[in-house]
């Protein structure tokens, strides 16, 4: 009696575990790293914060396009011709361009397949940047304050009266 | 530490280092290193016209460009041949542009020929070694000549290469493909000008082996047409017969398909016009240059009863058919390749075409319209093709010029192409892709891809008048590869003398504005926008003059060879169409219209046929010929006729790239002689036998059971 109670009890933690993964499986987990080390050290907080800088300035087609646009390295260069030039991820900077290749970004937010999200639509009804990104200023190494899953999307489409047909995100 | 706290800790450590596992890598986002000129603006894209130049028809195209990349394409609504629609060769032009086996730069072989052992070099080095062979064929001298062979060629892009060769000297120029419309040469129609089947406002409608709606002439024109045919009018459907010996796409859109046997299905069109002949005044026939007792005679031993005798098709079936014709107006005939290639392809052709004579359906509504062209077409005959090859066999060539073209793929081994090849010291091939062709070449020329190009399309036809798409490049050029004009331009430049005087325009694309719209910018912008120049009204018809007949010859008896007692037919798939779409995956995914076949190729053989020779679906099979074997998989396909087997065109290739090499087989190597009938390198059938080896085909469809899921035999 006291041996089958022993075998239940090893056997009990090995079937959790089983069952465990198998719903670990079916869950939509948010699985990618929150705040990735990126090829350059990059600041928001520094450029956002203590700079003041404007979204805009560098994301350029946020208002205008779906795609917010990251900052070609044409762009960074032209104030770091001038700004900081001595620090070391500058310099990094400075390599990508004389090598001639683009800065590999790791990405954060990332919109599931077969979705359709305008940033300019969202920014044309008069929500903020931070609404989503959360408050960037703060950040010294960005990191995703949000899982961009369906629910997530739902929930502020009805919190703010806008369309949640299928055909609004999926198409 | 207690146990249960110890199972505890270890159970959350696994289960913790299982969602490690599961923690997946982040995405990417790479910028501009410099945004594009002209300021794209990620995420919103531009459309540009341009045109499609994957087979003759010409179809206009538009392409969804962002960021500087092609992404989309699709059929230009603007354009009067696809009016919007496109087919999936048009649509996977993308593919070409991106495809991982491009040239990119200018290649020297470095191994034996054939080996695909190429060393980089730059263009400067590339075009000498062009320009110190192409220097002593000055006009002149003596000495042995030069060939280039591209497909044929239209508007300025031949004239330009024509204006090279005079320049150059001795350089002749071979302009064939397989399936060209240069068969339509054997035409009763007389000329090579531009035909148009006016499908939408016919009646009644005979295809004799013309497959339109898979690869005849102008496939999406006609598919469009055929559709409005159907449907578009509110009281009347067309109605619409074939005739031909296998089931294909287009037979299947029938309302009757009469399966005749190869090479008889011009008795059928014999009896029509024995109905057809009384109804027609004699002197639209003289017009013609025809007798009308003459006709009758000829069309007299053609009685239903006969005619059902010599094609195997019921009488009833046939009569059903002639009656219709007699009795329907307009109606329209055509004939088509299926039916040509036979060796008694081109009387048969004139045949069969006599009948839109007899229907008075020559420049009529729902007729046939016949219109000049603007200039005549290049296009090379089978018999020059054959000239050359004996020119390159004998060694009178000292540089062979290819673009475009893969006549190792293309010709059938009996035509002697490798071994003329090994005779030319210099093969230069200027390609977009590495295929089994460019293999054997000693200096390889990187051309830019569709979507690169600048051009004309000019279709020959579908159109009723002079209709010119242009071939616009919508994003620079990925590689470092230079278009076939340019690159004639730039040798041209190199050569100097009478070439470089002849040939003095600075690129391609100034030339080709010089030609639309010179000194006009806003009218050039204007017809790139529209995507070429269409004619606003259509052309006066030309109408058909002298016609001569010829009589066709009956095909020997179905079981005339007891060695070889089936009947292959090879057809172009309506995928790959002449192969050259083999290496583009999205091609090699497309099922098959009728067998839901993808990734290789297999053998139609009729169930009765099958059961006789213990094949079952599936299995795999060796067919035979006197030229050699392939083997396949069986398909067990209902719709062919007992005698005869079936297998698509386009697979089997070497050295055409990742997606291509070693899937299916090419059955060109199963013909043996250099003939065919009405100009096609392979006759309409070869005669076969067929056995089984195992039941291991490997077949491959979507809708099998098990589908596209079989990935383990498709090998991706
Ligand atoms: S029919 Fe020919 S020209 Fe038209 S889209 Fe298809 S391949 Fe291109």
Known sequence: MKKKLLIAILLLPLLAAVIGLVVLYHLPLDLEDRAPSQPIAFSHRQHVGEMAIDCRFCHRSVDVSAIAGIPDVDLCRACHLFIAVDRPEITRLAEFWQQNQPIPWERLYRIPDHTYFPHMMHLNAGLECGGCHGAVETMAVTRRVVATKMGWCLNCHREHGASIDCWTCHR | ?716
């Open chain 2, 1 to 716: 530490m207690k146990r249960r706290t110890f199972l505890q800790l270890s159970g959350m450590a696994a289960a913790g280092s299982a969602l490690a596992g599961c923690r997946k890598g982040n995405e990417k986002l790479i910028p501009f290193l410099v945004p594009p000129e002209d300021g794209a603006t990620p995420g919103i894209a531009d459309w540009y016209a341009s045109a499609c130049r994957q087979c003759p028809a010409g179809c206009g195209i538009l392409v969804k460009v962002s960021a500087g990349r092609a992404r989309k394409v699709e059929g230009n609504p603007r354009h009067p041949i696809n009016r919007g629609k496109l087919c999936p060769r048009g649509q996977s032009l993308v593919q070409e542009l991106y495809h991982p086996d491009r040239l990119r730069t200018p290649l020297k072989r470095s191994g034996p020929r054939g080996s695909g052992q190429f060393v980089q070099i730059s263009w400067e080095e590339a075009l000498a070694t062009l320009a110190d062979r192409l220097r002593p064929l000055a006009p002149g001298d003596a000495g042995k000549s030069a060939v280039l062979w591209t497909p044929p060629l239209q508007g300025y892009l031949a004239e330009l290469v024509a204006r090279f060769g005079q320049g150059v000297g001795r350089l002749q120029h071979l302009a064939w493909e397989p399936f060209a419309p240069e068969w339509r040469r054997q035409s009763l129609y007389g000329h090579q000008g531009l035909i148009d089947y006016d499908i939408e406002n016919t009646q009644y409608l005979v295809s004799f082996g013309a497959d339109f709606i898979d690869s005849h002439l102008s496939p999406v024109r006609f598919n469009y047409a055929f559709g409005r045919m159907r449907q578009e009018r509110p009281t009347v459907r067309g109605r619409f017969t074939y005739v031909g010996p296998r089931l294909s796409l287009t037979a299947a859109s029938a309302d009757r398909w009469l399966p005749a046997r190869p090479g008889t299905e011009w008795t059928i069109a014999m009896a029509m016009a024995k109905r057809l002949l009384p109804q027609v005044e004699p002197r639209v026939l003289a017009a013609a240059g025809l007798d009308t007792a003459e006709l009758a005679r000829l069309t007299e031993p053609y009685s239903v009863a006969v005619v059902a005798e010599l094609t195997g098709v019921r009488a009833t079936d046939i009569e059903a058919a002639v009656a219709k014709l007699v009795a329907i107006r307009p109606a329209l005939v055509i004939a088509g390749e299926m039916l040509v290639a036979q060796r008694n392809g081109p009387e048969a052709l004139r045949a069969v075409e006599l009948l839109n004579l007899l229907l008075g359906s020559v420049n009529t509504p729902g007729g046939v319209y016949l219109t000049r062209p603007e200039a005549p077409g290049n296009d090379s005959s089978l018999a020059e093709l054959q000239q050359t090859l004996a020119t390159l066999q004998a060694g009178n060539c000292d540089l062979l010029l290819l673009q475009g073209v893969n006549p190792t793929y293309n010709l059938p081994p009996g035509f002697g192409f490798t071994e003329a090849l090994a005779q030319v010291p210099l093969v230069v091939s200027c390609a977009t892709f590495l295929d089994d062709t460019v293999r054997f070449a000693d200096l390889v020329l990187p051309d830019h891809a569709n979507l690169e190009s600048w051009g004309e399309a000019i279709p020959s036809a579908g159109a009723r008048g002079h209709t010119v798409g242009l071939l616009q490049g919508v994003v620079k050029p990925l590689h470092d590869s230079r278009s076939f004009p340019d690159l004639l331009i730039a040798l041209a430049q190199t050569l100097g003398g009478a070439t470089g005087a002849a040939v003095s325009e600075k690129s391609f694309l100034e030339g080709l504005q010089q030609r639309h719209a010179a000194g006009n910018p806003a009218r050039w912008n204007e017809l790139l926008a529209q995507g070429g120049i269409f004619p606003a009204e259509a052309a006066p018809p030309e109408p058909l003059r002298q016609v001569s007949l010829g009589r066709p010859e009956l095909p020997p008896a179905a079981d005339a060879d007891p060695d070889f007692p089936l009947q292959l037919q090879i057809y172009p798939s309506s995928a790959f169409h002449d192969g050259h779409g083999a290496a583009l995956p999205w091609l090699q995914q497309l099922p098959d219209p009728m067998t839901t076949a993808v990734w290789g190729s297999w053998l139609e053989i009729n169930p009765q046929t099958a059961a006789r020779l213990g094949i079952a679906h599936g299995d795999l099979v060796e067919v035979g010929s006197a030229a050699g074997t392939v083997q396949l998989p069986a398909f067990l396909y209902p719709g062919i006729r007992p005698e005869v087997v079936a297998t698509p065109l386009g697979q089997g290739h070497q050295g055409l790239g990742r997606y291509a090499d070693g899937r299916g087989v090419n059955p060109l190597q199963l013909s043996s002689a250099p003939e065919g009938g009405g100009g096609f390198p392979v006759p309409g059938t070869i005669p076969v036998r067929v056995r089984r080896l195992s039941e291991a085909g490997e077949l491959v469809t979507a809708g099998h059971p098990e589908g596209s899921y079989r990935r383990e035999l498709l090998g991706i």
